[in-house]
Structure formats: C-alpha cells, structure tokens
C-alpha cells in the first residue's frame, strides 16, 4: 500500500512517503517501551503541563495544519479550523479533569482500608481513519498520554502529513521522547505490531470489517480493544418537532464533513403527518448547497477523500434505484478534476438496497416515512450499526420512548449528534464496543486496581473467591 498525499481537489498526487521497514518499526517500539516507564513515572501536573501546551500549539498554528488537512481529505478548510479547535479544547479539558477522574476510588470495606487506583496499561497502537485526521487522533490520545500511556499512531495511509505533524506536536509540547510515535505503515503491518509483546492495547477506528479483525488479532494476544465503528445513524421527526429548526440541521447533520462522518445522520426517518412537507424542504435546501474547491470560504461542500470512496457511493447509489429507490436530487459523480459528487436526496429505499444496508460515506441522504412512534423505532432498528441517533419531539412520552427503545450508543434529543470531551462516546452493535471521551474514555485504557490494606489485623482473609 503506498503512503501518500493525492489532494481529492484535484486528483493529484502531492508527495510520497517510504513506509518502516521491519527494523525501524522494532525500533519504534523499543523506543516506546522505553519511553512508557519514564512517562508513567511522571506527574500528572508534568502531563497536564505538557497537554496544555498541546492545545496552545494547536491554536497558534491552526491555519497551518487547516491547511493540510484539506490538502489530504479535501475537507472545508471552515471545517478543518473547527476540528482543530475540538482538538485543543479537549486537550485543555484532559488538563484540567484527569486528575479527578483518575484518584483513588474509596471503597467500603469493615476495618481496611480499599480503594481503586487506576494505572496506565502501556503502548496503545491507535488505527486511526483519515476523515477527522487531527480529530479523531487526539480524542484517543488526550486521556491516554494523561493516563501515563503512550501511543503508536497507524493513521491513514491517505493523510501522512497529519499524521507525522501529530507526533511533532506531542514533541515540542514537551512529552517524553517516544511517548507518541507516528508509525507510517500500511495495513499489512498492522497485525506484526498488535502482537508485539511491547504493545498493550488496542483502538481502532473504522469499518466493521477491519474492527472485526484488530479484535481478532488482538484477542489472540489476549490484549484490551475499543472499538469505533461504522454508522447509519437515523434522524427522526415527529409531528411535534419543530419542524423548521428539524430540517435545517437535517441538511447540516448528513453534509458534514462531505457527508463522511460515521455519526453523520444518513437515514431520515419522518412521520407521515409531516414527510411531505420535510422532503420538499429538505430536498430544496440541498438543491442550494454550493460544491467546490474546500478552501474557498462559500463552499459548503468539498470533495469526497479518495477515488475508491467516491466510486463506491456511486455504486450504492446506481444500485439503490436499480432496486425501487427514488431519486429526488443529485446522484452523480460531477464533472472535471477531483472526486466530487453532487448533493443526493433518494426516497423509497427498500429495505434491501445498499443506502439502507450499508454505510454510504458521501453526500447522500435517504428519506422514509414512519406511520408511529413504534414504526419509527422498528425503522432506525433496522440496522447493523447502532452508533448514534438524532429524535426530533417535543412530547415527553415519546422522548422516552425513543430513549429507551433505539439500538444505539447515544440519542441526542432536539440535536444533532455530535462528539464532545465531557461526553461518552461509542456505539453498540456493528457500530463497535468501548467507549471514548468523558471520563470512561481515560479508564478504558488503564488498570483499575483494586487496593487493600489491612491496618489493625494480624492477617488478612484467608476465604479463598
């Protein structure tokens, strides 16, 4: 597999990287080794310090790195600079909180003294997907460089100079030499490093295909995997939802990021009492959406990342109508360089046509009418993803309902869905298992201890488990 940027803009290869040879990734992971037992000696003060300066870095050179992310994904760069800014503040959060989510943890026990304490496992190799390149990284490697981890990044091999730029970051903020690595290999490699005896854990971000086997090979080497995965999130209104406020964030919430986003709404979900007046307002707003060149400010859409993905959505799309999908809107691949796709809108997708089946990365959003509450659910169930879901009511019955009833990691109310540091993030079903961010994701890669001490016995319990 080359290692490369080919800007989606254009189509044009930019620069080429060598992938590690064998030594140098034995290298690498020596270094880590290494690099963690100096780490995890640290204070958490010295880490906080050190992931403050993170953020500051990531601030002062935003426009630089905004840069190159559109360079390799073909992201608007308004879109790059916010991901930057997500980043830093969750470096800032980490900061800040870890400490309090990492103390001891009393527990009650007559006459000792217990408690939890939380320490860092070692090496985590992160396999990180190219859509939210900075993103994406830094929401794994916040609470884990905090933890007293380190981390080996096997990122994209679409986005080398994101990659290589995280890792430099982390250095001149101050962290131990090899406490983050970016590791330029291609899939083949993957395996070699899981098992290495120097790696800890595992995190994956990605497809289910390639979730299913890191967990394999990790499981194998009886090693800890979190898991972030696919999404074909529904976006459901009801009848008493605004239905106005509802449409516009539809139209945000399945475009963002070009539409490649695993949490990004991709089936839309509609009461019959109102479809009618959702599709025509929904398919009109799209019809308004300006596709172009990601760095010009009045873009609202760039590029799809690669030629691959791009001729995979025409795919799911060719064979949805094929299948008794309507197309509304858009359903083309547009002319001229870089791999653009307008705008798509289908409706009366049956339900074994690959833009409801399967996860299309791309601008395309399918509509659907529900006939209740329970039709609603039975809908957005109808998958095998359950990362996140978006519910438009303002009934409270109903809002419990959908609460309790979605397959899903998250149900945002009234919201689109959306990650954020003081939020756990992650799915069920295809869509993986762990969670990210908030305080269960610093805990998801560390050793919760249990401590006790026996402070006034001769001996301590001698009652086997």
Known sequence: MSIATLNPATGQLVRTFDELTDEQIDQKLELAARAFHE???GSLEQRARALVKAADLLDAERKQWARVMVEEMGKTFASALAELEK????????????????????????????FIRYLPLGPVLAVMPWNFPFWQVFRFAAPALMAGNVGLLKHASNVPQCAL??????????????????????????????????????????????????????????????????????????PSADLEVATKVAVVARNINNGQSCIAAKRFIVHRDVYARFEATYVSAVEKLKVGDPMREDVDIGPLATEQGLSDVERQVRESVARGARLLTGGRR??????????????????????WREEVFGPVAVLVEAKDVDDAIRLANDCEYGLGTSVWTRDPDEQRRFIDGLEAGMTFVNAMVASDPRLPFGGVKHSGYGRELSWLGIREFVNAKTVSINRGHAWGTTISE
Do not use: N, W
Not at 90 to 104: G, I, K, S, V
């Open 39 to 41: 780490h995890r000696s």
């Open 165 to 238: 730029a995280i890792e430099d970051i982390f250095r001149r903020a101050g962290f131990p030499d090899g406490v983050f690595q970016t590791l330029l290999i291609g899939s083949k490699k993957v395996g070699r490093v899981i098992a290495d005896p120097r790696v800890a854990a595992v995190t994956l971000t990605g497809s289910a295909a390639a979730g299913a086997q890191v967990a394999a090979e990790a499981g194998a080497k009886l090693k800890k995997t979190v898991l972030e995965l696919g999404g074909s999130d529904p976006f459901i209104v009801m």
């Open 87 to 114: 980043c830093s503040r969750t470096c800032r959060y980490y900061a800040e909180h870890a400490p309090r989510f990492l103390a001891d943890e009393p527990l009650p026990k007559d006459d000792t003294e217990c």
């Open 334 to 355: 547009l002319e001229g360089p870089g791999f653009y796709y307008a705008p798509t809108v289908l409706a009366k997708v049956p339900p074994d046509a690959p833009a």
